[in-house]
Structures are given as C-alpha cells and as structure tokens.
C-alpha cells in the first residue's frame, strides 16, 4: 500500500464486515514523541483465541474466493518497517481492536495520504455503520461522529450530493486546520 | 472550523426534495472491487469518480455500490456492471480516468467499452 490512508480503508472494512454498529477510528500524530498511531477499534463481532492467532499470518483468511489475507499483515509490516509496533486485541461478542504506531519522522514511513477519502468511502458506502473518526496532532485535533450527523439530518442520505460534498468539506477542510502546514 | 450549522442549512433545504427511489431490480448496479486486492491497486479513486460522477449528474437509475474481492485480484481494479435483463460487464485494470469514459459511454451512452472489458476467455 502506498499511504497508511489505504491500510486504514482497508483494515476499517474489516470491521464493517464484522457487523461493528460504531467504528472508532483514531489518527493521532505526537512529535514530541515522534510517533503516528492509528486505533481502529470496532464493536463488531470479534475473533476467537484461535482466529486471532492466526490472523497477522497472510496465509490465514476467512474469505474463500481466495487463500490469503493481505490486509492486517500490510498493516503491520508498514508500523514495523517505520520502526513501530502494532497490536490486535479482540473478544468473540464484543469487537477488535487494531493499534498500529508507526515512527513519525522514520524515514522508512509511508505518508498518511488522503485520509479524507478514506474516510469519506468509508461513511457514504457503510450507512448502517456510524463511524467516529478523531484526528489529531499534539493538543490540535477535529472529530467527526456519523451519529451526530445522523441526527441533524434526519432521513436524508450521506449520499445526497449536497450531504456528501459536505462531509468531504468537513474533513479536509478541518484537517487543514489541525495539520497548521505540517504535512504527516 | 467547517461547522455542523452549515449541515443544518443543508437539510433544511433538502427536505421535501427527496424523492422516492426506485426499486433495486429496476436499478444498474456499478460494483467496484474494494479488497486489499483492489485498494492496494487504486480501486479508491476509480469508486470515487463514478459515484461522483453519478451524484453530481443525479443519474437516474443507478447505484454505485463496493464489494469485497471479486477472485481476479491480478486484474483488479475491477468495476462490474449489473443491468436488469442483460449479461454482467466486467471492467479490468482501471483507472478514473478509464473510470470516467465507462461512465460516460456505458452508463450514460448505452455502449459497452470493450477495450476495458475482461478477455472472453477468462469471464
């Protein structure tokens, strides 16, 4: 994967798969500590003992149109190879939890990328799921949250034009406002 | 700061507008691949562009929707299309830029893009 946004698209629609109904997702950029670390945390069906063990393996997928799963070990190759660490933690009933901490300044990190596609794909093509997204730098930091979304619009879809062109909005311009020129 | 009045004023105009929708089976369905397959290869902006391109035109009668992996992954990005009463298109290896002339032609036109299809062989 080219930008640790991708990863995240793809490591998110896991969660969407496993029925998650809130999807918490957290970019968070430290420089006194000089670490990138993005949770992906889902209320969703969860792994068993057995599943979890075997699931940074790319030979171990649940799908069948094919016999391996990329997704969680490109995910933590990219953490690791960045000099960071990354973490799964899950429970059968009550959902995952995805930590990847990558080195900030590591030469060997791939950019962030487009996060605000990456999150808009994820909120106008996944209705049934809400999603709260924060995203930060040290003390700076935006949030959005589908449900309060969902509330002031009542019915009306995220894929309406005039909705979705405002999330788009929403999020690169606040992320503008949070990065202050620094480009993660 | 972007801020939710500005959604308010959205919904305020939207409401009344939204009309009713037509029945899944009387819709095309534009279906792209979104798996670690098709993300890896650029699935993200090629399922950007046609929903884009669908909303903005308010393009009635279709619905662009992503699925998991298709089983093609060396052809991926793949972009199907299912239309009511006709065979599946299959789209390989593309682009938004190959994305936005299937749109245009296909979508829009009527006419497969053969250039961009999936070699018979193998569909």
Redesign the interface.
Known sequence: ?PEIS?NI??VA?NSV?AKASLICIEVKADTKADTLTVIIKDDGCGMSPEQLSRVEDPFFTT?T??KV???VP?FKLAALQSGGSFDISSAEGKGTTVTAVFGLSNIDRMPLG?MT??I??LV??NEKNDFLYTYSIDDRS?TLDTR??RE??????F??????A?IK??LS??EK?VNQGLII | MKTLEELKAIRDKMQGQVGLRAEDSDQTRVVVGMATCGIASGARPVLTTLSDLVQENKLEGVFVTQTGCIGLCQYEPIVEIFAPGKEKVTYVKMTPEKAKEVYDKHLVGGQIVTEYTLPKKLG
């Open positions: 994967m991708l698209l793809d629609e798969k799908r149109t094919r799963g990329l997704g490109f487009d596609s990456t808009h794909t106008t093509f935006f309060e979304f002031i619009l009542g019915g009306v879809s894929t309406e034009p005039d909705v979705s405002y909005d929403y311009e606040n406002e």
